[in-house]
Every structure is written in structure tokens, then in C-alpha cells.
């Protein structure tokens, strides 16, 4: 008995334009050609520092468009965290605070590590000034979220 194929010609359950849309996220997203992430609303917060960073920094500023979410996925981005706090791209992923210049911003913890000193770090994406990113942060830089 052969796979059932997809109108796009690959088998059902594997094409993410047909498979379900993972629970936290939505099918089509907005993303621009110099981001790194895909967000839910072109009024995101976070969308608009990234595009005024840029703009600072004498970058080309680039207008969001609408693109179906296996398409932003197969481009390697990630979910902009403030835009879709639900999302949890694994199962072991945590929310989390993490503290970023003396302030504590929404994260997502998704792996710890002990360090040959016996201390804890976690691995944890967030946002801050505009920008998405992901980094190896100190036990005492991170907190449950509440």
C-alpha cells in the first residue's frame, strides 16, 4: 500500500503547508526580509523596535508581509516569543525570567547545563532592544515565570 500524497506531493502528515498548525501558533504570519523571527500582528511591539534598530543602525528597513507559517519555518525562524507566548517548540521548553541589564524580560528556557564548577546555566531565548536571541545564561539570570 503506497503513502497518501498531499496536493503538494508529499506524504500526508509530513507537508507543512497541510499538517496541523502546532498548538500556540497560527498559519499565515507576518515576517520581513532582514528578521530573523515571524510574529503574529504587524502592530507587534517587538517588530517595531527590531525595524527601528535597524534603521538606527543604518540598515534598510523592510515591510512586513503575510506568509503561511511552513513557509517562515522552512526559512529557519523563529516564533517572535512576545507575539506567541503559548508556543512551546519542544515539550521540555520552559516560559521563564530572565535578567538582561538589571531588568527581568519574558524568556523561553529550553535546556540546562552544568558547568564544570558545579553551577547551573540555561539556554534561553528572549527579547531585548528589537532583537530575538538565544543564549547561554547563569543559574542566578533566570526564574520560573509566574
Do not use: N
Not at 9 to 15: A, H, S, Y
Not at 34 to 46: K, L
Request: positive net charge; aromatic residues 6%.
Amino acid at each position: 500500500m503506497a503513502d497518501e500524497r498531499c496536493d503538494h506531493g508529499l506524504i500526508v502528515g509530513q507537508c507543512g503547508h497541510c499538517k496541523p498548525v502546532p498548538r500556540g501558533l497560527t498559519a499565515s504570519v507576518w515576517t520581513t526580509r532582514g528578521g530573523s523571527v515571524f510574529h503574529r500582528s504587524v502592530a507587534c511591539e517587538a517588530l517595531a523596535d527590531g525595524q527601528a534598530r535597524a534603521a538606527r543602525f543604518g540598515r534598510q528597513v523592510h515591510e512586513p508581509t503575510r506568509v503561511a507559517l511552513a513557509d517562515a519555518m522552512a526559512q529557519g525562524r523563529g516564533a517572535c516569543i512576545p507575539c506567541f507566548p503559548a508556543y512551546r517548540p519542544t515539550s521540555t521548553t520552559k516560559p521563564c525570567l530572565v535578567r538582561v541589564d538589571a531588568q527581568w524580560l519574558r524568556g523561553l528556557l529550553t535546556e540546562w547545563r552544568r558547568g564544570a564548577d558545579g553551577r547551573w546555566s540555561g539556554v534561553v531565548s528572549y527579547v531585548a532592544h528589537g532583537e530575538q536571541v538565544t543564549v547561554l545564561k547563569d543559574q542566578d539570570d533566570l526564574r520560573p515565570a509566574s
